[in-house]
C-alpha cells in the first residue's frame, strides 16, 4: 500500500515531504492542517493521539514525531540518505535527538520572537536568551561540518543533515544566529537548494496549504491574532516564484483535502 502523510507542508510535516522527494518513494499527502479543526478531531486523534501532525500510514504502522518517521523512512530504504551499517544509524540517530533537544526549542523561541507572535507579543529578552543558548549546540556544529567534509554523517547528505536542517530552518528570520558560521551557512544553503527540498518546500506557499491552515484554525488556536501582526518579515521560502512551482508541482500529489471537507 502506498505510503500515507498526514499533515500540511506549512508544518512539521514538510520534513517528512523532504524525506519521501529525497527517497523518491511514493505516497499520498492526506492534508490535514494542525489545530482543532484539523489534526485534534477524533478521527485524527485515533492515528495520533497528541492531536499533531505529521503522522504516517505505512501499511498499518501507524507512526508519528517527525524524527522518528524519518528516521524509519531512513532506515527502511537505507543508504544513501539511510545508514549504511549501524555505526550510521547510531550517528544519525544522536544527530537527530541532538537536534531536537539542543536546537528546536531555543530556536522556535527565536521564531516566535522574530515573526510567528504578533509583534507586540514579541520578546526581545525571550530572543537574546534564545540566540545565546544557540550559541554553544552552533558551535559544535559549526565543527562537525568542517571535520566531515560538510555533512554530518558519511561524508554524504543524509537524513542526519535532513532532520538537523529542519530544526535550523527556524532561525529563518534571525540570520544573525549564523553570523561567524560559514560552514552551517554553505551547509544549509546547499540542501535548501535540493530539488527535492524545492519539492517539499514548494507546497508551503499554494494557496491550498493556505486554505487548509486557516481550516485548521479553532477558536483556541492563538493563531486566530495573526491578522493583528503588522510586520512580518519577508519570508525566504515565500513568494511568487515559490507560488508558481507549487502550482505546477501540486498536480505531483494525489491530494485528499480533508481538513476542508469536514469542516
Ligand atoms: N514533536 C512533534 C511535534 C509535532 C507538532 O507540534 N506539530 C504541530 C504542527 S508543526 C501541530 O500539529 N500542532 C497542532 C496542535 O498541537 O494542536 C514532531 O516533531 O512531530
Known amino acids: 500500500m502506498t505510503l500515507k502523510i498526514y499533515g500540511i507542508p506549512r508544518s512539521r510535516a514538510t520534513r517528512t515531504l523532504w524525506m519521501a522527494h529525497e527517497l523518491g518513494i511514493p505516497f499520498d499527502l492526506i492534508e490535514v492542517a494542525p489545530g482543532a479543526g484539523g489534526s485534534r478531531k477524533p478521527e ?29 523512512l531512513a532506515k527502511k530504504h537505507g543508504a544513501p540518505i539511510g545508514p549504511g551499517n549501524l555505526a550510521e544509524d547510531g550517528q544519525m540517530t544522536m544527530w537527530s535527538f541532538w537536534s531536537v533537544n539542543e536546537i528546536e526549542p531555543h530556536a522556535s523561541t527565536v521564531l516566535y520572537n522574530t515573526a510567528e507572535r504578533p509583534e507586540a507579543e514579541r520578546s526581545t529578552a525571550a530572543l537574546t536568551a534564545a540566540l545565546n543558548a544557540l550559541s554553544a549546540p552552533l558551535m559544535v556544529l559549526e565543527k562537525r561540518l568542517q571535520e566531515g567534509s560538510g555533512y554530518l554523517v558519511g561524508r554524504r547528505f543524509t537524513v542526519a543533515d535532513l532532520n538537523v536542517i529542519s530544526c535550523l530552518f527556524y532561525l529563518r528570520f534571525a540570520p544573525q544566529a549564523l553570523a ?40 483556541n488556536d492563538r493563531f486566530i491574532h495573526r491578522p493583528q501582526q503588522s510586520k512580518r518579515p519577508r519570508d525566504p521560502h515565500w513568494g511568487s516564484r515559490g507560488l508558481l512551482v507549487a502550482g505546477t508541482r501540486n498536480h505531483l500529489y494525489r491530494t485528499t483535502v480533508t481538513a476542508l471537507s469536514r469542516r
Do not use: H
Not at 485524527?44 to 524509519?72: K, T
Not at 527535492?196 to 479553532?218: E, K, V
Open 44 to 72: 485524527f486523534l485515533r492515528l495520533n493521539p497528541n492531536g499533531q501532525v505529521p503522522f504516517i500510514d505505512d501499511d498499518g504502522l501507524i507512526l508519528w514525531e517527525s524524527m522518528a518517521i524519518n528516521l524509519y
Open 180 to 219: 561567524g558560521k560559514p560552514v552551517i551557512r554553505a551547509w544549509y544553503d546547499g540542501a535548501m537548494a535540493r530539488p527535492a527540498n524545492r519539492s517539499a518546500f514548494a507546497l508551503r506557499c499554494s494557496a491550498l496549504t493556505l486554505a487548509l491552515l486557516l481550516a485548521g484554525l479553532g477558536p
